[in-house]
């Protein structure tokens, strides 16, 4: 079975790391997607963020990464996904999710969309956290992948 995590990943954080290493434990093939939405005005770039992704994840063949834009449905239709999965954390994540799922229900009534509680430790954890402590100087050791910290914090710092 092939599922499908979609998110903006920007950055993606250990949050992020911990749902697609559990989630590629429950499917033969997960496949992380970037959303291209500029409208969300990203810190980085669809390649930028994509790359960092490959680099946290290491070699995998069970774990592809790419990007996608238009309508999440479409390209879960187009990889053959059976499943769209999320990652929860509090309930102020749950409305919003829960509309998007029954939308996407609509557009596509066989996807189903499955959703994956954080790790406790990463709870708290979000990449407009994570950008809004590089930006102003703080640790985010921790919070991301130690082979993509330097990364984030030398463009986030020097804007
Ligand atoms: P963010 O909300 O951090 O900007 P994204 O839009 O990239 O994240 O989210 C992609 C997916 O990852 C969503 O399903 C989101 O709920 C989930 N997610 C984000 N942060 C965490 C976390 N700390 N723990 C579990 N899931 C998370």
Redesign the pocket.
């Known amino acids: 079975m092939t599922l499908v995590?979609?998110?903006?990943?920007?950055p993606?954080?250990?949050?992020?790391l911990?749902?697609i290493v559990r989630a590629a434990c429950i499917c033969d093939k997960l496949i992380v997607a970037v959303?291209n939405n500029e409208s969300k005005r990203p810190a980085f770039t669809v390649e930028e963020r994509v790359e960092m992704i490959r680099a946290s994840i290491g070699d995998r063949e069970d774990i592809e990464v790419t990007s996608f834009t238009g309508l999440l449905a479409d390209f879960a239709k187009k990889v053959g996904a059976r499943a769209v999965?999320?990652?929860?954390?509090a309930m102020s994540?749950f409305e919003y999710?829960f509309q998007m799922a029954l939308l996407n229900k609509k557009l596509e009534p066989e996807l189903e969309t499955l959703?994956?509680?954080?790790?406790v430790q990463?709870?708290?954890?979000?990449?407009?956290?994570?950008k809004e402590i590089a930006r102003n100087g703080g640790c985010i050791d921790g919070l991301v992948p130690d082979c993509i910290r330097e990364r984030i914090a030398r463009k986030l710092t020097c804007r």
């Open positions: 995590y979609p998110g903006s990943f920007d993606i954080t250990n949050g992020h911990d749902i959303g999965i999320k990652g929860l954390r994540d999710e959703f994956m509680m954080t790790s990463y709870s708290f954890l979000s990449s407009s956290a994570v």
